[in-house]
């Protein structure tokens, strides 16, 4: 039993943990991505000073125009969100109570099919994981 308690509080431990850690990277700036990815590449690289500043130059373009990508594709992603919702209520508005109540079920069916075959959202992949970089 003791050891089952423990197992437990480590399993809820390193689960809380890695969530955490998930949660800080979706919150690093571009500047500090660049300073992290050049101090990398300085210590690895043994890079002067001139370099190290020339690259983090170019790095930190690199992340501003990455920051800008995903910002686009979260903004995208969002009016796509609100048009299938507002698409999904003008069909809900159509059908009866009883129709509505079987396409419910309908839908609920074809999700558990798509995640039964591996599929996420219609893909045929499974959704990226964090590289652990």
Do not use: C, F, Y
């Not at 590449?41 to 920051?67: F, G, P, V, Y």
């Not at 809900?92 to 558990?112: H, P, V, Y």
């Amino acid at each position: 039993m003791k050891t089952w308690i423990i197992g437990a509080a480590l399993l809820v431990g390193t689960t809380l943990q890695v969530a955490a850690q998930q949660g800080k990277r979706g919150q690093v700036n571009p500047e500090e991505r660049a300073k992290k990815v050049t101090e990398k590449m300085a210590t690895e690289l043994e890079l002067s000073e001139e370099q190290k500043s020339q690259i983090l130059e170019l790095n930190l373009d690199q992340a501003k125009i990455r920051q800008a990508e995903i910002d686009h594709e979260m903004d995208q992603r969002k009016q796509r969100s609100a048009q299938m919702k507002a698409h999904e209520e003008k069909i809900k508005a159509i059908l009866t109570d009883e129709q509505r109540s079987k396409w419910e079920e309908i839908k609920m069916e074809n999700r558990e099919k798509r995640r039964s075959q591996g599929q996420v959202h219609g893909r045929d992949e499974l959704p990226r994981q964090g590289r652990g970089n």
